[in-house]
Structure formats: C-alpha cells, structure tokens
C-alpha cells in the first residue's frame, strides 16, 4: 500500500514554505518554528497515526511513513516524526492524543520506566528526542500487570538538556514519582519490542529522506562547480563517486520499503517484521555512512562550513545512526538468530521474509 | 525530490511462493539421487537441463507456442533463485532462458522461432554470447568482427573471445560490424546474427581461466556464411536493441547468489553460538543479503508491470557483484577465532580458497562495474 499522494506533496510544500533547511541554516533564532508547526498541526499531519476517535487523522501507516521521510528530507530540527510515533503509541491503548509536539520514552533496551502499584512512574532515560521542547511525554512503561502505556505532562519531569551531535535536543528525562495524566492498558497484547521497531522503521525512514537529499544536492552541485576547466561531474572519477551513492541510496530506498512493508503487512510485529526492520536499521545506517562520506568529498571544503546546509543532513545521518540502536546492535540480535537457526534455515527464513 | 531511482515494494505472489516449494522439492531429490553436487563443477549438465526443461522451468515467460509456459517474471526469479542457492547446474540453459530466447522471441523470423525456441525450452539447446573481442570489451562498440553482404547472405571474419560454453553451444548471438560507425554516431554500424556453431568456418579454442577451468572460448570465424533470415533485428541498428533486455540481464538474482555456499557455509562453521564478532558480522552479511534482494525482486516486479527500470537494474548489479566479491574475504575474517577441528573448518577452508580464486570476475562478466558506475551516473542525471 503506497502512501496518499495529497499527503505526502502537502508536508513536502509546508516544509518548503516554512522548514527550508537554508533559511533556518541562515538564522540563529528559532521564530521559524511556531509557524511550520502551527501549519503541519492544521493540516492534520501531526496526529497522523492517531484514529479519529483519539483526536487524530486516521491516515495509514504508510502515510505516516511518507511524512517521517519528509522530515529527514528537510532535515529539519522538530519532533513531527517523534509526535507521529508518540500518537501511534497512545493509539495502541486508545488513549485521546493532546495537541502540540510529543515525544517517546523509552528510547532503547538500556532504560526503563516503571509504573507503580499506585500508578506513579519512575525511571531515568537519557538522550530523549526534543524532550525539552514537546508539552507532553508518551512513555511505555512496566508493571506487575504488564506493558502500560502513560501520557505525562512534560513540566512534571525533570529534564536535563543535551544535544546529538546535529545539535538536535537529546535530552535526558528524570521520572521521580511522576503522576501520569492518562494511562491504560494496549488494547491489544503488546511486546515492548514493537516501540522499539517502530522506532528504529522512523529513524531509517528520515535517513533515507535525507540521503535523497544529499543526493540531490550531489547531482546538482558537480554539474555547477568547474574545476581543470569544466564541470567536475564531467570526471569519471566524480561520476563512480556519485555512482556509488545512488548505490547507497537505493539500498536505503529499498530495505525501508521492505522494513515498511512488514509493518503494514503483521501488526503484531512478528519474525518477519524484526528481520525486515534489523535488516533496514544495519543496511540504512551503512548506506548513511557512505552516502555522508561521498557527499562530502564531492562539497569539497565548502561542504566543510557551517555556511552550507551539507552539514544539516550528514551530522543528522551520524546520529540517527545510533538512535534507535545502531548497525551493529542490531545486527547482533539478527546474527544471533540466524546462526541459532543454522546453516540450512538462512535462506528459507530470507525468503518467508 | 527528483525521484530519479524507485524501488517500488513488491512481493511475489502467492502462485510464486507455491512453486518455490515444488521447484525446492525438486532439487532436494536431485541432490539426494546424487544426479549432481551443489557447487561443483563447471555447472553445465545436459541431462540435468532437460530435467529442467520438461519441469516447463525453461523459457517459462515465453508464449505457450514457442513451447513456454506463459508464467510471470515473479515466478521465473523463484525458479531461477532456488537453483542458484541450491547450486544446480544449470550453464546448459541458462544463457538462452535469460537472454538469447528472448532475444530471438523479438527479432527472429517466425520458422525460426518454432524451430529454436521449443528445443530450448526442452533443455537441448544451448546459446553463447559474442560480444567481447581482443579489442573490443567494454567498448562494445568498437567490435570489428565484420559481416559483409555477399550473394548467399553474409560473410563473417573475425574474432570473438571470452565466449563462455562457446564449445558446448549449439548457437551464438554474435554482434557484428555491418557498416563503419558514424561520426554522428559510433554505436552505428553493428547487427545482430544468429550463428549456427555448426557452421563451417567456426573454429572454438579454449581459454583456461585463472582458477584453472575451461569456461571461456576464443571463437574465429573464417569466411562464415550466414543466410539473410539469420539477421536479428535491424541491420546497423543492434545498439537501440539492446537496452531493453540488459535490465533483465543485469538485475536478476545470479547477481549476487554466486557464491552464496560461503555464506550457508559460514554459518556452519561459526556454530549456533558464534563470537560477538562472528555474529555481528554474520547479522550485516543477512540484512545486505536481504536488502539486495529486495531490490533484485522490485526490478523483476517493475519488468513485469511493464516499466523500463534500467537504472535500477544497472544499480542492482554494482552493489549485488560488490558483495559477492567480498563476500569470500569478509567470511574468511569472520571465520578467523574458529578453532582448527571446529564445525568442519577444513572444508570451510577450501570452498573459501575457491570462492577467492572465482570473486574477480563478477565484477567483469555481463559489463564492468565501470561500465555500469557511468551508466548509473548517466541515469542520475549527469552528463
């Protein structure tokens, strides 16, 4: 299932209008932001996963998708993808979404937050995305009567700012017997493993948004720059460079269709859902590091300054790397089973995928 | 965005996946009759082909006239994954299933479409491909095999080399210098020719490769003749025929299954438990297998719902070939903190000495990765 065509050119022209990565590149305030977030809340995008009956749009997995992508096309520093899980995440327990920018806890294995007999939540999770800036935490929380899902208000936790290495908010959030606003069961069984695949599919959909980007800028920057007299992409050398990143950057198309793909198809996010997400998280992530590492050499030093947007994307690409878990974690936990399986299971459980 | 390079998602479809289990149900019981070994051997057996063949598994997109079955592309890239994973040999059929037939299906006259097409699909029939020349590799173009008109049709002289299973072949698909090229246009000028091996004049020499097996040919032609029905498409015109069917050539899943034993095989020596070294390595080799897969399998869902992804199928080649070229010596890292006695490390060891000796030439066959880096290029919009 392809995502909603109006959709996807409707994000694509706010962010244009309202998100264009040169001009917040250009400012050293932050005024830009009320405007595209006010515009993405009226046309319904922040809310996407959201049924209506929680307030939200109703749009299809895929279309959430498609928005997430844009983000990373843009490269630009608001949590819409993180609201657009976080609505997802309350969705699961039906729980009625607020209006303004959310964000998720936990963001990995390493922490948790518990919930109390007396439902009081407790816990520390470091390198929460754009915690300072959202109104409210969704977070999946333990309990002696399983997985609850919790809405609090972000005044009542305490937050200790931090930053990726793009200069993003990656704060760490302090849960001291925080009082969730709501909170309830999933409506349906829920492994915390399907927070943690959601999040790895969003971070591997916005690098492949941004890799496209970077691409692009690629393609168009070595036809304009001359070098030895004419333009570098006339050299063979600069042509294989970019050839190799169009390598890249149709990996990263494909192993996120497929990791999408999976989601939409078994949503309850079983074998072939963690192979298809594992396999995109490790194949995306390699492809933003070569992708990065080209785009660069082609910019030159003038890829190299704060002045140029280059910078908006590769520094983002080296941080969502690791968010979510990186190449290598989940290339453990897929070796893992792939060696326990055995020689003659490989390519049977490849092509069951 | 531009939207230059699409992968569209495509899954195959549930007839596909019904004949996977019968195509594997197959070489099961062929492996078990020991009527072959997976991976052995220079992959061209007859008797195996006509097994094949009158499993209908030969030609089996074409139109049922033509003794095809009229299945769908999804299906054919089923059949044609399980044999390479199941390291069947299939060198006998292979060439004309994927590219000689198809050829002939859109540029032979109709007598010789009846005549040809059924006995391949039969598996009796096996094609060559004279492309490459001493001089002429890469540069396509430049091929100076001449055929030149005469009373009884064409005369042909010159010389062909790097002809896989030319001494085996029935028939070869020859490019041919029919005119000088132009200064408009230097692709012009070259024709296609159905060459009988057959015929006299053909001489077939072998060219030993540097893993010591007889796969290559030298193929001279002296004062061939060649009837006027045995020209494929039109004269000085083979370069607009080719694009077409190099997306099916150059996308399909023996781009990067060759060796695809190594990986089976690491996993045997690594052991259910491997190293975290062993298993973060062996977990990245299965999600770039996975992913290229993916794309293989969304180029072959794009040819059949009638697009032209040549750029896509020129992409799934460079990064399918790379991997399976390094494929041997990442492995052979892997393997390294195996013990000497572990999980059958010895035969390990020889199936990675021979994929090392194989990996250079998958980067060479069926157009160089430089070849398709600039193709890829061109594709993305550069000129």
């Keep these: 299932m392809n995502a909603d065509p109006i959709i996807v050119e409707t994000t694509r022209r706010i962010f244009q209008d309202l ?302 790397r690791d968010e979510y878990d990186s190449e290598a974690n989940w290339a453990v936990l897929l070796g893992k089973a792939v060696a326990a399986r055995g020689p003659d299971e490989m390519w049977p459980n490849i092509t069951a995928a | 965005m531009t939207g230059k390079i699409a992968f569209d998602p495509v899954r195959l479809p549930a007839e596909a996946e019904a004949l996977r289990i019968e195509v594997r149900d197959f070489l099961r019981d062929e492996i078990q009759a020991g009527n072959y070994r997976p991976h052995v051997g220079d992959g061209f057996d007859r008797a195996f082909s006509c097994k094949v063949g009158a499993k209908g598994w030969i030609g089996m997109t074409w139109p049922k006239k033509y003794g095809g079955q009229q299945r769908s592309h999804l299906e054919r890239y089923v059949v044609t994954e399980e044999f390479l994973v199941a390291g069947a040999p299939t060198k006998a059929h292979f060439t004309a299933d994927r590219q000689s037939g198809p050829v002939l299906l859109k540029y032979a006259s109709e007598s010789l479409k009846r005549t040809i097409l059924p006995s391949i699909t039969r598996g009796e029939c096996s094609f060559a491909i004279g492309m490459s020349e001493p001089d002429s590799g890469s540069d396509l173009f430049a091929a100076k095999t001449r055929a030149d008109k005469c009373d009884q049709g064409w005369r042909i002289n010159g010389r062909k080399v790097w002809t896989s299973f030319a001494h085996h072949a029935d028939y070869m698909i020859a490019l041919l210098r029919t005119s000088d090229a132009t200064k408009e246009n230097r692709r012009h000028g070259l024709t296609q020719f159905l060459v009988d091996m057959k015929t006299p004049g053909i001489t077939v020499s072998p060219i030993i490769n540097s893993a010591g097996q007889h796969d290559f040919n030298e193929v001279i032609f002296e004062d061939v003749i060649l009837s006027e029905d045995r020209v494929l498409g039109d004269v000085d015109m083979a370069w607009k025929q080719a694009t077409a069917e190099l997306a099916f050539e150059r996308s399909g899943p023996e781009r990067f299954l060759e060796n695809i034993y190594v990986l089976t095989e690491l996993i045997r020596v690594l052991g259910p438990q491997p190293d975290q070294r062993g298993t973060e390595g062996l977990g990245r080799l299965v999600a770039q297998l996975h992913t290229l897969r993916q794309m293989s399998i969304s180029v072959a869902g794009m040819l059949s719902a009638g697009k032209e992804p040549s750029l896509e199928a020129a992409v799934v080649k460079d990064v399918g070939t790379n991997w399976e070229q390094q494929l041997p010596n990442c492995a052979r890292n892997l393997a390294s903190f195996v013990n000497d006695d572990g999980n059958n490390r010895g035969r390990f060891d020889e199936l990675i000495e021979n994929a090392t000796i194989m990996a250079p030439k998958y980067t060479i066959q069926g157009g160089t990765r430089e070849i398709l880096r600039s193709i890829i290029a061109r594709g993305l919009g550069l000129r």
Aim: neutral net charge; aromatic residues 6%; proline residues 6%.
């Design chain 1, 19 to 320: 998100g264009d990565p040169q001009t917040i590149n250009n400012t050293d305030n932050t005024k830009w932001r009320v405007p595209l977030w006010n515009a993405l809340v009226e046309a319904g995008l922040t809310l996407a996963w959201c049924s209506e009956e929680s307030g939200g749009a109703g749009a299809s997995m895929a279309d959430g998708f498609a928005i997430q992508r844009v983000v990373g096309e843009f490269a630009t520093p608001i949590p819409l993808a993180e609201t657009l899980l976080a609505g997802w995440l309350l969705d699961q327990a039906r729980i009625k979404a607020p209006p303004g920018p959310m964000t998720v806890v936990p963001v990995n294995d390493r922490s948790h937050i518990n919930l109390t007999d007396a439902g009081i939540l407790n816990g520390i999770v470091e390198r929460v995305p754009f915690a300072r800036e959202t109104e409210h935490l969704v977070a999946l929380s333990n309990s002696s009567d399983g997985p609850k899902i919790a809405m609090v208000q972000r005044v009542a936790c305490g937050i200790a700012p931090g930053q990726n290495l793009a200069g993003e908010p990656r704060d760490r959030v302090s849960f001291n017997a925080v009082k969730p606003i709501h909170m309830s069961s999933p409506s349906t069984p829920f492994n915390p493993i399907r927070l943690k695949l959601m999040g790895a599919v969003m971070r591997t959909v916005q690098m492949t948004g941004a890799i496209e980007t970077m691409l692009n800028m690629c393609i168009a920057y070595t036809q304009e720059r001359v070098a030895f007299g004419r333009p570098i992409a006339k050299f063979q050398v600069i042509q294989h460079n970019l050839a190799v990143m169009g390598g890249e950057f149709a990996a990263a198309l494909a192993a996120t269709g497929a990791a999408e793909g999976a989601i939409m198809r078994d949503p309850s996010f079983g074998d072939e859902v963690v192979m298809n997400v594992a396999s995109a998280k490790i194949r995306v992530g390699e492809a933003a590091n070569e992708a990065s590492a080209i785009a660069h050499q082609l910019h030159g030093a003038i890829g190299f300054t704060q002045e140029h947007i280059l910078h908006r994307f590769s520094h983002r690409l080296w941080s969502w």
